[in-house]
């Protein structure tokens, strides 16, 4: 068993009484690593017919919350192959800090250069290399065309993380021709949480 902020338990007794979206929720706990989980949920939904697979991470308060009146489940309306909200930091339960987390672009070198408020203002829909799986909608045809593992973590020789399992998507996904995108105006919080 875990734990879950009160703020997302409420959304998602809403989205499971909502008539706008056909909406079925799946929790997997104890699988670590958590791309363990996200592949398993997958594996779940290529079993169903539902047209879009959306990932919450647990520690991810979407919208609408206190920083965006949007709701979530519309990011399925763009119509795009891959979406993801604007994660934002939240530490210890302060205002978000404004700094983006988990939406980047390839500098020429290959190495990541997240988005800055200079890339994601005025709210509109960004085209990037990779991005978390925070608050990520799918559609499922990205889904049926990749081969499992979808997420998956990629260590160096001494098991230190090189490649994240949301960003191992992201890139397997753009190798084979889908888009991946961010909505700067779907801007969620992160509850990050560390020990001490």
Known sequence: MGTIN???????????LTERYQVKIYFE???????AAQN????????????????LESDVIPPPN??????????????VDAVDG???I???????????????????DGSCLSLGPDEYLPPRLIEVDVCGAGCLMIKRKVLETLKPPYFKFECDDDGGVKITQDY??????????????????FQCLHQTVIGI
């Open 6 to 16: 009160t703020e997302l338990a409420l959304h998602l007794m809403r989205w499971n």
């Open 29 to 35: 706990t104890g699988m670590i690593p958590i791309s």
């Open 66 to 79: 206190r920083i965006c009146r949007n709701d979530a489940l519309d990011l399925v309306s763009l119509e």
């Open 86 to 88: 604007l994660c934002f």
């Open 168 to 185: 191992f998507f992201a890139m397997k996904a753009k190798k084979s021709g889908f888009g991946i995108h961010i909505h700067s105006g």
């Open 40 to 55: 398993s949920i997958v594996a779940e939904f290529l079993s169903t017919d539902y047209s879009h697979l959306f990932l």
């Open 90 to 108: 939240c530490e210890r339960g302060a205002p978000f800090n404004g700094k983006a987390v988990a939406a980047s672009k390839f500098r020429k």
